[in-house]
């Protein structure tokens, strides 16, 4: 299972940016699908995920103003992200999990937003 990340960067306060996984070697279609975050030294919290069934979660710190979505079709999902703040600066993960082939990660992309 290989998932890729795209579309973190530097981008100012109140700004927005799209970030995109893609998965192969998978049963995107059964997975689960989540976007992690982790600032060095602190552990990795989770910002949003989404289930097969598209039911959604999200962390209290980014509700309204982060959204989570997949397409099954492109093996895809992205989180839009708006009214960025300094305190969302960190490493995104992607993540995947279902029951088949477990939990596996995407190498990180760098979101760092200036004040």
């Known amino acids: 299972v290989q998932l890729v990340e795209s579309g973190g960067g530097l981008v100012q306060s109140g700004g927005s940016l799209r970030l995109s996984c893609v998965v192969s070697?998978?049963?995107?279609?059964?997975?689960?699908m989540g976007w992690f975050r982790q600032v060095p030294g602190n552990q990795r919290e989770l910002v949003a995920d989404?289930?097969?069934?598209?039911?959604?979660r999200y962390a209290d710190f980014v509700k309204g103003r982060f959204v989570i979505s997949r397409d099954n079709s492109k093996n895809t999902v992205e989180l839009q992200m708006d009214r960025l703040k300094p305190e969302d600066t960190a490493i995104y993960y992607c993540?995947?999990?279902?029951?088949?082939?477990?939990?596996?990660w995407g190498q990180g992309t760098q979101v760092t937003v200036s004040s």
């Open positions: 993540m995947h999990w279902n029951t088949l082939f477990g939990t596996y």
């Open positions: 070697g998978s049963h995107f279609g059964i997975s689960t």
């Open positions: 989404i289930t097969k069934e598209s039911h959604i």
